[in-house]
Structure formats: C-alpha cells, structure tokens
C-alpha cells in the first residue's frame, strides 16, 4: 500500500505520534479512578481526588461491579441498591463528578469481550489524561479483572478500528496503580506520592458515606464488634467510629512507604499521604502533567523512567 497522502481512520490525529499528547494537552486535567466494588476508588484516592477537584480538574470514580455481595445480614438486590446510594453521597461529599457503577454483580467480573468494549467506550467518552486502577496481582478476583480490563482497554481506546462507534479522544491515558501491600509478583514500588493531610476530614467523611461497609460489613474486618457501631442517629459518634476502625487503611501509607516519604518531603514526615505506582502499559505521564501534579503538593520520586513498552 502506498500510504502518502491516505485519508487515515482516527477522527484527529494519531495519538502514536511522538509528541501528541503535549501537543494537546490543557488544563483541566481529567483523572479516571476504576475499581472493582463501590468504595475500591475511594477507599485509596480520597484525598487525591478532594485535591483535584479543589484545583477545578475533573474527577470520575469508576465500580466495574456492582457491589450486591458484600452483607451480611441483606439480599443481593438491596445491598446494590443501598451501595449505589452510597456512591452518590460521595459524589457530593467529594465534589467528583460522576461515579459510575457497572451492572456486573460482586464476584462475577470478568475480562470478557463485551466488558472490554464497555470500558474502553466509558474511558473514550471522558478521555482520562490518567487512569487509576487496582495493580494485577491483588488478592480479590474482581479487583484482577478489573485491572485487566483497565490494561486491555488502556491501549485499545487508540485504536480506531475498535468501538468505532465512539471516536479515539485527543489523549490516551497514563495509567497509576493504587498503592497496596502484596508482594507477589513485586512489591508495591510507589512512584508518585501526595501529602494529603488536609483532607482528613473529607476522608473521613467518604468512608462514612459506605454505611453498609463501615458500619456493617467490614466492621469485623476492621477488627472491632457489630456492638461497637454508634446507632443511626449519632452521626458524630459514627465519624469518630471510621477514624478509630478504617482510617488507618490510609494513614499506614505514610509508614509503609516512609522512605519514599522522606525523599519527596524531607523532614516533614506527613500524617496521610496516598502512592501509585505507574503502569509501563499505559502512556507515560507528559512533563506539562508531572508539573501539575507538583504544582498540587504531588512529588515524583521515580528514579528512572520505567520500561514503557506501549505509546510514547
Ligand atoms: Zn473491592
């Protein structure tokens, strides 16, 4: 085929093309947070999405399941019902601007065709500059399939030819992976960290909007009693109850990964701090992007640029 001059299939252009990606980019930035159950995006990311969206960038939460398993005392049908509630107390508690609950129930996800065809179009129609997702080894099946969809996906939403019904945007994402403490394959290596301290508050706040998971269903998880839960009425008591049985799932970053604390905030040894580590299957993150997240109180601490193996 004699390729001068032919009329090529993407709707712009080809986002493989060094350099496309600073070409285009501007302000807002738009970040895609995709977990597997409502409250996966929330649960790493509160504090980083409060930060983007007080700056005016665009945040959406993504549920790849809808979240009908995790009770014990409730059916299916209403434990979805009551969590996809929750979803929308954070909508407002965060400020985000959509969370998006898929209809797949609880551990049912799968890499399927029709599920990789849903996503990429979800993740085209808001052209993400990054995505955030779970890392492909967790522990929990549906958080695997959700990172392996977030991966197949990531690199089909520039290919043209794929989902043609919904155009290839003018980004392709970088890809971060929530920070989390397994170590097979590799340890968690964090790469990008946020002092998110002075949000603790609206942190707080989020968790709580998962009344049947902080309250109910992962109490036990959380180490405490179903009879140590503050009743309905006494919102107060009930904060104070996720500070002492759930916050410590965010503020043991700050110690898990304290070296890399220490590198990005000398002496200053932050209360709350959120890590990713980036994906080599996503684009890398541009310098116009590295020096947003900066400029937000974010700090790279990536050595070396990691092995990128897809779009430069
Ligand atoms: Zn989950």
């Known amino acids: 085929m004699d390729v001068r001059g032919m009329k090529s299939k993407f709707p712009g252009a080809d986002p493989r093309v060094p350099g496309f990606t600073d070409r285009n980019f501007k302000p807002p930035l738009r970040v895609m947070v995709i977990g597997a159950h409502p409250d996966d995006p929330d649960v790493r990311c509160s504090g980083f999405a409060r930060t983007l969206v007080e700056a005016g960038h665009r945040v959406r939460f993504v549920a790849l399941c809808n979240g009908d398993k995790g009770h014990q005392f409730m059916d299916s049908p209403d434990v979805a ?64 399939a959700a990172a392996i969809l977030v991966q197949d996906a990531t690199y089909l939403v520039g290919v043209p030819l794929w989902c043609p019904d919904v155009p290839v945007p003018d ?30 508050d ?23 009693s179903l009879d140590d839960v503050p009743p309905e009425s006494d919102r107060e008591g009930r904060l104070e109850f996720v500070r002492k049985s759930a916050l ?65």
């Open 81 to 144: 019902r009551r969590r996809y509630g929750e979803t929308r107390n954070v909508i407002k508690t965060l400020g985000i601007e959509d969370y998006y609950v898929n209809d797949v129930p609880d551990c049912m996800l799968e890499p399927t065709l029709e599920e990789r065809a849903k996503l990429t179009k979800l993740i085209r129609e808001f052209a993400p500059h990054i995505i955030i997702t779970h890392r492909p080894g967790d522990y929990h099946c549906d958080h695997r």
């Open 171 to 200: 980004t392709i994402p970088t890809v971060l992976f929530i920070a989390d403490r397994f170590s097979t394959p590799h340890p968690f290596r964090p790469d990008f960290v946020i002092d998110v301290s002075r949000h603790e």
């Open 202 to 224: 609206v942190i707080a706040r989020t968790f709580a909007c998962h009344e049947s998971q902080m309250f109910e269903w992962l109490v036990p998880e959380h180490g405490f």
């Open 248 to 312: 410590h799932l965010i503020t043991d970053m700050a110690h898990v990964f304290s070296d890399a604390v220490e590198k990005a905030y000398p002496g200053r040894n932050p209360h709350i701090v959120e890590a990713y580590e980036k994906s080599e299957y996503g684009r890398p993150p541009v310098k116009a992007e590295r020096d947003l997240l900066e400029s937000l109180g974010g700090r790279w601490i990536d050595s070396t640029e990691s092995k990128w193996t897809q779009v430069k």
